[in-house]
């Protein structure tokens, strides 16, 4: 009788002391619950076996889930080197059961799998370890085969704000004492057991399972807002005395300094504008060029980012697409990259404003209401936006063709920053040097926006051809993170000292394929591995990436979380297919020119909201993406498809130290040939044969017509510039 009084007087002072905690929890942290319904899905753990898994921010995690997760009699894996602490050990025991466990403990699995048939729900977290980076950390294989040997319902926990707590490991991060804290409960699943030849390849594919859905828990909630609610947000996270943005000035300004240009070009722009308008952008990588886009988002204007690198019909074209009235620049621009002819050029335009002449604009009315009101109310300011309105106008390279106006929405942005940061774990400490241009989709979203909204700091620089200055100041400004093109990156190498790169991270490669001879130059010269992606700006612009955890040289990587895609078979080529995508970062539509202004939604064969990308990709059984070739980018020689990509890679292969690029001309005989640029004056025929048999290649892709140039036409954003090469080739 006394030990059921005991065991009552116990239990009293639990549910007490648990009802005490959800309480101050609720009062100090305001934690707020989402997605209660996905619990009754998973069965509650009465009908089913659940594993509840969570990513790891803090030491609070385990306490806050045992506080809110609405599941009965939870059983909690505790690290043993946790139960050391005393208080943590002290409310766990009053909170929920536990399992201490070892993972060097070879037994450590089959103690959870037990508990899991007996019918209890178990609570893990598959990182195993507190985040040092406020992104995914390793996640090891052990949960995945746990839920697969058992056939458990997997239900994902997403934790968001408690590594910026006192509680978290983020020693460089900014912290708060109290910051607001989400649990997002997702919706269930399960993880079947894959079909392979060994348990290692099994063990591997169930990892890496395990590893994209917690990659696409990070998505969860997080593109409910616009780009300034976002950098609103930022700033609140992190303290408007961070330091995020530089440029060729050598200025550093702080979230405070880039909200108050944002709100004084947003409203001095209110006066010549109107809410919805497309307004034309026709400046540089500048800090100022910032401002003023997420001052004209700020007030329910559409920056449309024109590239000031192209011919003037290429300009005049991507104006009428989208039906620009208004041109937005700057005098001193226009002046030193001698643009003013181009200008003078263009067609259709009511006004063009200068940037100097804003600044005598701005009256005590503006600067009261500036300093008295919107720079201590900035969420206030925004107009009424949607996250599914146009956020920005981007222009396709023109590469093949007239450009097209690409219309990205908040949500596509800010998914895409989403997407990048779950894969790689840009940090606090990240300093990106980007020399991508702003009006090209990787220079923007990746290059720009993703340090911005993420805490790091980024160097804007306004041309990415000064080969021996961008390493200096890679070196002078101790930048850790680069984005790059294989020319570029090529070109850095060269003129780069070894020493040049020494606090480089990340060196990202994109928007046009890597060489062999690039990547192999970059880790033999500076150590660095080279993370090669892929995307367009129809999306955003990433849907693929190496990461340093998944990594597979001559591929672009593996789809970023949240993106499905379907492959097209195309008549006359054996392996892969066309590639069509869907997901959170895809356009809204295009713009063309001959229908201005009007929106054009993405449909492709796979239908609605969908994208066909038009490149040819294989995707091999690990989820690694290999391009083979453009649609349009296949020659038909005698009947038989020809990759101008394989006839690139042959001469790369041929002549590594050359630059090579492909393009077709009639034949009267096969129909169509490929002709061959190259820098490099001693590649011939008899070479190129040679290396197609080292290769494997079909004679096919041997060209006969060899065109040598002093250097390959190429776009502003870096890549081979094929209009060009087309009409040069037809006149060969």
């Known amino acids: 009788m006394d030990m059921m009084n005991t065991c009552f007087v116990k ?8 009802v005490l905690l959800r309480v101050l929890a609720r009062l100090l942290f305001r934690v707020r619950v989402q997605g209660r319904g996905e619990v009754l899905a998973a069965g509650n753990g009465q009908r089913s076996r659940l594993l509840v898994i969570a990513n790891h921010e803090s030491f609070l995690d385990g306490i806050l889930l045992g506080l809110f997760l609405p599941v009965e009699k939870p059983v909690f894996i505790v690290h043993a080197e946790y139960v050391k602490r005393p208080l943590l050990r002290f409310i766990l025991n009053v909170l929920a059961d536990y399992l201490v466990i070892d993972p060097s403990n070879p037994m450590a699995m089959k103690h959870i799998i037990r508990l899991l048939e007996s019918g209890r729900p178990v609570v893990i977290f598959p990182e195993g370890r507190i985040t040092l980076t406020g992104a995914l950390m390793k996640v090891y294989e052990g949960p995945a085969f746990v839920a697969a040997k058992t056939g458990a319902t997997l239900l994902p926990v997403r934790l968001d704000g408690l590594s910026h707590s006192y509680f978290s490991k983020m020693a460089h991060w900014p912290r708060k004492l109290f910051p607001r804290i989400t649990l997002t409960i997702l919706p269930p699943t399960t993880l079947p057991m894959p079909d392979a030849s060994n348990a290692k390849t099994r063990h591997y594919r169930l990892g890496e399972a395990l590893h994209r859905l917690m990659q696409e828990m990070a998505l969860a909630g997080s593109t409910q807002c616009t780009l300034y609610g976002a950098l609103s947000d930022a700033i609140r996270l992190h303290g408007r005395r961070r330091r995020v943005v530089e440029d060729i000035r050598q200025v550093e300004y702080t979230y405070h300094d880039l909200l108050k240009m944002s709100l004084t070009f947003g409203r001095l722009a209110e006066r010549f504008t109107e809410p919805g308008e497309k307004v034309g952008l026709f400046l540089p990588n500048m800090a100022s060029t910032l401002g003023l886009l997420l001052g004209l988002s700020a007030l329910g204007r559409v920056p449309a980012m024109l590239n000031h690198t192209a011919g003037v019909n290429g300009i005049q074209v991507a104006c009428n697409a989208a039906s620009i009235r208004t041109l937005m620049t700057s005098r001193a621009f226009v002046e030193q990259a001698k643009l003013a002819d181009k200008l003078a050029a263009l067609q259709g ?5 200068y940037l100097e002449d804003l600044c005598g604009k701005m009256t005590f009315r503006d ?3 500036l300093m008295g009101w919107a720079l201590w109310f900035p969420r206030q300011v925004e107009a009424d936006a949607s ?3 146009a956020a920005v106008v981007l222009f396709t390279s023109g590469s093949e063709g007239k450009p097209k106006g690409v219309v990205l929405s908040h949500r596509a942005i800010l998914a895409n920053v989403v997407q990048f940061r ?7 400490d990240d300093r990106v040097l980007n020399v991508l241009p702003i009006f090209h989709s990787f220079g923007l979203t990746t290059g720009t926006l993703l340090p911005l909204l993420t805490g790091a700091s980024v160097f804007l620089y306004p041309s990415p051809l000064h080969y021996r200055v961008i390493p200096e100041l890679a070196y002078d400004r101790a930048c850790t993170v680069l984005l790059g093109t294989n020319t570029f990156l090529g070109n850095y190498a060269r003129f780069a000292h070894p020493y040049d790169f020494y606090r480089f991270r990340f060196v990202i490669s994109g928007a046009e394929k890597l060489s062999a001879a690039v990547r192999e130059q970059w880790f033999e010269k500076f150590g660095i591995r080279i993370l090669e992606g892929y995307g367009t700006t129809e999306t955003a612009p990433v849907i693929t990436v190496n990461t340093p955890m998944a990594y597979r040289s001559g591929t672009v990587g593996q789809f970023l979380p949240g993106i499905e895609y379907r492959l097209q078979s195309v008549p006359g080529i054996e392996h892969g297919g066309v590639l069509h995508v869907h997901g959170p970062n895809v356009m809204s539509g295009y713009l063309q020119a001959d229908n201005p202004g009007v929106l054009h939604t993405p449909v492709s064969s796979e239908g609605a909201d969908w994208h066909d990308t038009g490149d040819i990709v294989e995707v091999d059984s690990d989820g690694f993406v290999h391009i083979v070739g453009r649609v349009k980018r296949f020659a038909k020689v005698a009947g038989e498809m020809v990759s101008l990509e394989a006839v690139e890679k042959l001469a790369q292969t041929a002549s590594p130290d050359g630059f090579h690029a492909a393009s077709i001309q009639p ?6 040939a490929p002709v061959l640029f190259t820098t ?7 070479i190129l044969q040679k290396a197609a048999q080292q290769l494997g290649i079909s004679e096919l892709s041997v060209p006969k017509k060899i065109v040598r140039v002093d250097e390959l036409p190429l776009l502003g954003t870096g890549k081979t510039d094929y209009v060009t090469l087309q009409r040069m080739a037809e006149e060969a």
């Open 349 to 353: 335009l009511e006004r063009i404003v």
């Open 667 to 672: 034949d009267p005989g096969k129909g169509e």
């Open 387 to 389: 996250p599914e309105d």
């Open 11 to 18: 239990t009293m002072i639990h549910a007490v002391l648990r």
């Open 422 to 428: 779950a894969a790689i774990g840009f940090t606090h």
């Open 680 to 686: 490099d004056e001693h590649l011939n025929r008899a």
């Open 367 to 369: 600067k009261l209401w």
